[in-house]
């Protein structure tokens, strides 16, 4: 067995390490009510193997990470697969390092999830070890995107302890309008999750039942002399076809619920070779999304966030707002360093400047003044408590977009991250 080989092995099985011990944590929480012991002590109990089974987890994918490195020859986190596993990983030590401070075994609850989606999430990119490009051939590879990846999941551990504490706080059975509002955003935060969880299933789905769909699109173009150029690209989707390419022709479809053509063609303004791909991996999820959303509704016969409350009972809310701060003011130098500085340095070794606007650097910047003015917030305005805890939550929704959304859907110097 080769070192890439045992590599993904350990991959799989800190996925499925992380999985379970997110059962753990559920159960720390969950079985409290039908628990021989006291809910304190069963809560210590079930946290505490849950957060075992978490930490063989970590191991596993430490042992992923130090392999694959070994195998490909340069650290893992050239592009979307390694990266975002990268990350998976980062978020699971700012995880640990937190716990070791505050002791909460609930906040596990919510950081074993996000960690799981993330993992999950990588593996849908292509997971072949791919040659470096010539701009990240550098040591500064291993220094810029460690230490923003870094700040990063400490910002995803305060997201997580923001959301526990708007589920602990909003108050599900009041009826005023002020209380209302503020149910209904808790639930959308939820509800966004439920998309993403379903975007990652469907794309296993349908690749599990080999599914295939690809268009040949013709893209004219015009130079700076006026002559027109046309180029021929195929492009291959993963899931039905509800949109497809603008101007293409179809070179192979499977029938899925009776469905054997596009229904709509995309929009001529939307530009970009993968942009009707794109469209239609958003309109899936979101459909999706809203199904599985409705089947949890149903199943629980009222909103997922009223599901939830219950659950925070008993955890002291200044604890977890006092979380959900000091891991963002962990993240917050360690992000401005990566991020940033160490960005800016290595921006001016491969491509003669220090700062360019491209997408990822502008969105870099405004993730870094984002929590800048959260800090300032924070510190010099007294916003603490739901105002604090919301601006976390949106905070690493901007994150996200930063990672996700600037590499595989706006184009720059940054686009081979969404390889």
Same mark, same amino acid.
């Given at each position: 067995m080769s070192l890439l080989d045992f590599s993904s092995d350990a991959f799989i099985v800190a996925f499925f390490l992380y999985c379970f011990g997110f059962l753990f944590y559920?159960?720390?929480?969950?079985?409290?009510?039908?628990?021989?012991?006291?809910? #304190? #002590?069963?809560?210590?109990?079930?946290?505490?193997?849950?957060?075992?089974?978490? %930490?063989?987890?970590?191991?596993?994918?430490?042992? /992923?990470?130090?392999? =694959?490195?070994?195998?490909?020859?340069?650290?893992?986190?050239?592009n979307m697969y390694e990266f975002m596993s990268f990350l998976a990983m980062a978020i699971m030590a700012a995880f640990i390092i937190v716990d070791a401070i505050y002791r909460k075994p609930l906040l596990g609850l919510f950081t074993l999830p996000l960690?799981?989606?993330?993992?999950?999430?990588?593996?849908? /990119?292509? *997971? #072949?070890? *791919?040659?470096?490009?010539?701009?990240? *051939?550098s040591y500064w590879l291993k220094i810029h995107v460690t230490t923003a990846a870094s700040g990063e999941a400490f910002f995803a551990v305060g997201f997580a302890a923001g959301l526990m504490y708007l589920l602990r706080t909003v108050d599900f059975t009041k009826k005023d309008e002020k209380s209302r509002r503020e149910q209904r955003w808790v639930e959308f935060t939820l509800y966004v999750i439920i998309?993403?969880?379903?975007?990652?299933?469907?794309?296993?789905?349908?690749?599990?039942?080999g599914y295939e769909a690809s268009f040949k699109q013709e893209t004219v173009t015009i130079d700076d002399s006026g002559v027109e150029n046309s180029t021929?690209?195929?492009?291959?989707?993963?899931?039905?076809?509800?949109f497809k390419p603008y101007n293409s022709q179809v070179v192979t479809i499977d029938s899925f619920l009776g469905i054997d053509k596009p229904l709509f063609e995309t929009p001529h303004w939307m530009h970009g070779v993968d942009a009707a791909r794109k469209l239609n991996t958003i309109t899936w999820s979101i459909i999706n999304g809203s199904i599985l959303?409705?089947?949890?509704? %149903?199943?629980? =016969?009222?909103?997922?966030?009223?599901?939830?409350?219950?659950?925070?009972?008993?955890?002291d809310e200044d604890d977890i707002d006092e979380i959900s701060y =000091?891991?963002?003011?962990?993240?917050y130098p360690i992000f401005m360093l990566g991020a940033l500085i160490f960005a800016m340095i290595w921006a001016y070794i491969a491509?003669?400047?220090?700062?360019?606007?491209?997408?990822?650097?502008?969105?870099?910047?405004?993730?870094? %003044?984002?929590?800048?003015?959260?800090?300032?917030?924070?510190?010099?305005?007294g916003w603490h408590g739901s105002k604090s805890a919301w601006l976390a939550v949106i905070g690493f929704v901007v994150v996200m977009f930063t990672l996700i959304g600037v590499n595989l859907v706006l184009v720059g110097l940054h686009s081979y991250a969404g390889v």
């Open positions: 559920g159960v720390a929480a969950l079985g409290k009510k039908w628990s021989k012991r006291s809910p #304190e #002590e069963h809560t210590k109990r079930w946290g505490r193997i849950a957060y075992f089974v978490a %930490l063989l987890g970590f191991i596993a994918h430490l042992t /992923f990470f130090f392999t =694959r490195w070994a195998g490909g020859g340069h650290i893992p986190t050239s960690v799981v989606i993330i993992v999950a999430y990588a593996a849908v /990119f292509p *997971q #072949e070890v *791919q040659p470096l490009i010539p701009a990240l *051939q998309v993403i969880i379903a975007f990652i299933g469907s794309v296993f789905a349908f690749r599990g039942a021929v690209n195929t492009v291959e989707y993963s899931l039905p076809p509800i959303y409705g089947l949890l509704r %149903l199943v629980l =016969r009222r909103r997922i966030g009223a599901a939830i409350h219950p659950l925070m009972d008993g955890i =000091r891991a963002i003011a962990i993240g491509w003669s400047r220090f700062w360019g606007w491209d997408p990822k650097e502008v969105w870099a910047l405004i993730t870094w %003044l984002y929590y800048t003015a959260y800090l300032h917030l924070r510190l010099s305005r």
